[in-house]
């Protein structure tokens, strides 16, 4: 029998937090085949089996949080072998009755603990104390609950000095500095189960196996005064720890600019005429990632890092642009590497299959590194503008407002026949620009914006960059 271990899946991954299992106890499985969905601090990952064969335990229960390298799931050999006797469940080991045989029946496992059941192999055994019981499905009075009582017996309820149990139960039982005969159990030996259940802390109390029905453990919890309080975990805590670390680490300075981006609209409007750009979406986004990409050029230092140990300004040698994506588990920044050396189709392609990824809460953890400058667009909520909080390493972020349609003076000014000022409705945003000061001073920020609104009002300028 093989154990999965919690994998690093992201460069530094300490912990996290299992979400959903695709697999349950007696199903066989294949080398690369999903078994479970985990949630990092960056993002939901789902775990290919590095195994094949049958599951014969799964180690964590749904909504749980475990540090990287604990055992999540047990896989023993193909369907039909025979489950190693410190897995199975105490029905397998209690004393035998009698000689009595009886026809085993068909291959199947009623689930007793996580990961744990009555298995009936394919060849013919002794009938076995308590097998009727054992063999009756357990009571759900919970949806997707299954709730079995557990007797305070301990190991040594029978008076033995030396608990009985086999030696990979002892073994499991010293390496947690459990001594057996405090280990509550239904019968004379201990089973690995037992020491499982009382490493847990569910010694007489009852045992409840949560399926992938069963409610989060993430749920918000509301008191009698009606307050809810909501579990801070994966994706939110990630984000939190970040925002407050960046708030307070680099001295934030935002700059604004409202413009005129009838030009860009108009634009939108052929690049979806164009066959070119059938395949794929196009926005005003698209054409803002693409101004940022060109302005990046003229002012690098908004493509850089601060390195504190080394006391060192790193300019980036490509714009790994990330996108602020808003989904169900929290705010998520996937980047797509190498976007200044895009074609616009390119670049539309791969922003769409940033968002639709993020959307899907499937943007994995190496989608989120690296990234070297940030998009976010809270227009897509009716907001003009905002103050953005830089990405931790990054040192700068646009933020992108609404585009409405507002009032707007256009034409040549001047007094006399010379000049033709008139208010026209135009399609209006704001942008805001947030710099780490210590990488960029005012100069080279306010020149980054200006370069971008220009773009803006008027995209043939991108020939001139």
Request: include cysteine; hydrophobic fraction near 40%.
């Amino acid at each position: 029998m093989s154990e999965f271990r919690l994998p690093d899946v992201g460069e530094g991954l300490t912990e996290a937090e299992v979400l959903t299992w695709h697999v349950a106890v007696g199903d066989v499985v294949e080398v690369n085949q999903v078994i479970v969905d985990i949630e990092t601090a960056k993002s939901v990952v789902e775990l290919p089996s590095p195994f094949a064969g049958e599951v014969t335990a799964l180690l964590v229960r749904e909504g749980t949080t475990v540090p990287v390298g604990t055992p999540i799931i047990a896989i023993g050999g193909p369907t039909g072998a025979v489950v190693p006797d410190d897995a199975r469940d105490l029905t397998d080991e209690r004393p035998v009755e009698d000689d009595a045989e009886e026809p085993a029946a068909q291959d199947k496992r009623e689930p007793v603990l996580v990961g744990y059941g009555v298995r009936t192999a394919s060849t013919r055994r002794r009938r076995r104390k308590g097998d009727e019981q054992a063999s009756a499905p357990l009571a759900a009075p919970n949806a997707g609950v299954a709730t079995v009582e557990r007797p305070a017996r301990s190991g040594s309820a029978t008076g033995d000095v030396r608990a009985l149990a086999k030696p990979p139960v002892r073994k499991l039982a010293k390496d947690h500095g459990v001594d057996l005969t405090t280990v509550p159990c239904d019968g004379p030996v201990v089973t690995r189960a037992d020491v499982e259940a009382f490493i847990a802390g569910r010694r007489s109390e009852p045992v409840t196996v949560p399926t992938s029905t069963s409610p989060a453990a993430r749920a918000p919890v509301r008191s009698a005064e009606g307050d809810t309080r909501i579990p801070v975990k994966g994706v939110r805590k990630a984000t939190a720890q970040a925002m407050v670390s960046s708030a307070f680490t680099a001295p934030h300075v935002t700059e604004w600019v409202t413009l005129d981006v009838t030009a860009t609209m108009e634009l939108v409007e052929r690049l979806k005429a164009d066959r070119r750009f059938r395949e794929v979406k196009v926005s005003p986004t698209l054409v803002v990632a693409k101004a940022v990409c060109l302005a990046l050029a003229r002012t690098p230092e908004l493509n850089a890092s601060w390195d504190e140990e080394a006391q060192e300004i790193v300019l980036k040698g490509s714009v790994n642009l990330g996108v602020a994506a808003a989904t169900d588990r929290g705010l998520v920044v996937p980047n797509i590497p190498g976007a200044d050396r895009m074609s616009l189709v390119e670049l539309a392609q791969a922003l769409g299959d940033l968002t639709a990824t993020a959307r899907a809460g499937r943007t994995q953890p190496a989608q989120m590194s690296g990234g070297t400058f940030t998009i976010t667009n809270v227009g897509v909520f009716g907001v003009d503008a905002g103050t953005p909080i830089l990405n931790p390493g990054e040192t700068g972020i646009l933020c992108v407002g609404q585009i409405d349609r507002r009032p707007w003076v256009v034409g040549t000014p001047g007094g006399g026949a010379g000049g033709d000022e008139r208010i026209e409705p135009r399609w209006v945003t704001t942008l805001a620009v947030s710099f780490d000061h210590r990488v960029v001073d005012g100069q080279q920020g306010s020149q980054f914006l200006a370069d971008v609104a220009a773009l803006l009002r008027d995209p043939a300028l991108a020939l001139t960059f």
